[in-house]
């Protein structure tokens, strides 16, 4: 068992700056694969980046060059830095989490999870 909690949501401007975290209690040695997701309303869920437990971070195309995902695996906590900040950045963002080992721990697809934070709003005003 996983639990999600983040954190770091908020209403910021155009252009600025947030952090989330995203704490994940339960098995130390897991999760596996990490990520965020976002939801804008009327909108679909899309992913905006994932990290293995020692891997490298991929990224959606919409914030390549903004965000910047990275983990600390001995807080066991899952950061997301984003800059110029744009308002279709406008959603609540979700932290997810695999326990098992995956083949693509990618954005592009949430096949991979099995545990799902609460959310986190950030709003962007032009």
């Known amino acids: 068992q996983v639990q999600l909690v983040e954190s770091g949501g908020s209403s910021v401007q155009a252009g600025g700056s947030l952090r989330l975290s995203c704490a994940a209690s339960g098995d130390p040695y897991r999760p596996f694969c990490m990520g965020w997701f976002r939801q804008a309303p009327g909108k679909k869920r899309e992913g905006v980046a994932a990290?293995?437990?020692?891997?490298?971070?991929t990224y959606a195309d919409s914030v390549k060059g903004r965000f910047a995902l990275s983990r600390d695996n001995a807080k066991n906590t899952l950061y997301l830095q984003m800059d110029g900040l744009k308002p279709e950045d406008n959603a609540m963002y979700y932290c997810?989490?695999?326990?098992?080992?995956?083949?693509?721990?990618?954005?592009?697809?949430?096949?991979?999870?099995?545990?799902w934070g609460q959310g986190t709003q950030v709003t962007v005003s032009s």
């Open positions: 997810a989490a695999s326990t098992y080992s995956v083949t693509y721990c990618t954005p592009t697809t949430d096949n991979w999870v099995n545990y």
């Open positions: 990290i293995e437990r020692y891997g490298t971070p």
